[in-house]
């Protein structure tokens, strides 16, 4: 902080400089910044999709991941309501559920979730619903960390529908 030295007659005959050493604050910052940074790309860059919502359910995290899976863009996203834009009607009351509980500190693992994609298909999932907290303890929202299971989900589909069609063969060949 500096400021005018006057004298008696409040003309200004200097300067007063008052000075606080912030080197070590400053070192502290830079290596905050450095570990938030380093945070940020490990997100971007997961091999799962993480997603997040505010404490209004609008979309606030999106990673890379996610953006391949779903076909969205992180900026495409931003500020949308998570469940009734991108999760197919049938699960969306009772993903609502999961986050509603998630906001209020009740943390879901490995529940089920359907993303409806850009292209109209759907993506498989099993999340584990997370709650955010500020540095304060208080709810920001809501982290979810999945496991894209599409294929395996398709590959149980077949599965199901082949051994439907060979009990129904037996059932068949034993009617008489």
Known sequence: NATTRRDAENKIVGVVGVAQDVTESSNNE???????????????????????????GNVNEWNA???SITGY???????KPLV????????QK???EVLDNALRGNETSNYELEFRTK???????????TTR????????????????????????????????????????????
């Open 30 to 56: 830079r290596e905050v910044a450095a570990m938030a940074n380093e945070l940020r790309q490990l997100v971007d860059n997961a091999n799962a999709p993480i997603f997040g919502i505010d404490i209004h």
């Open 133 to 176: 907290r500020n540095a304060d303890g208080h709810i920001v929202g809501v982290v979810g960390v999945a496991q894209d299971v599409t294929e395996t989900w398709k590959r149980d589909q077949a599965v199901t529908a082949m051994a439907n069609e060979l009990r129904q063969l037996v059932d068949n060949a034993n009617a008489p």
């Open 84 to 91: 009734s834009t991108f999760i197919v009607p049938k699960l």
């Open 119 to 129: 292209s109209f298909e759907t993506r498989y999932l099993l999340v584990n619903a």
């Open 94 to 96: 009772s993903v609502q």
């Open 65 to 67: 991941m996610t953006s």
């Open 73 to 79: 863009m992180k900026e495409e996203t931003f500020g």
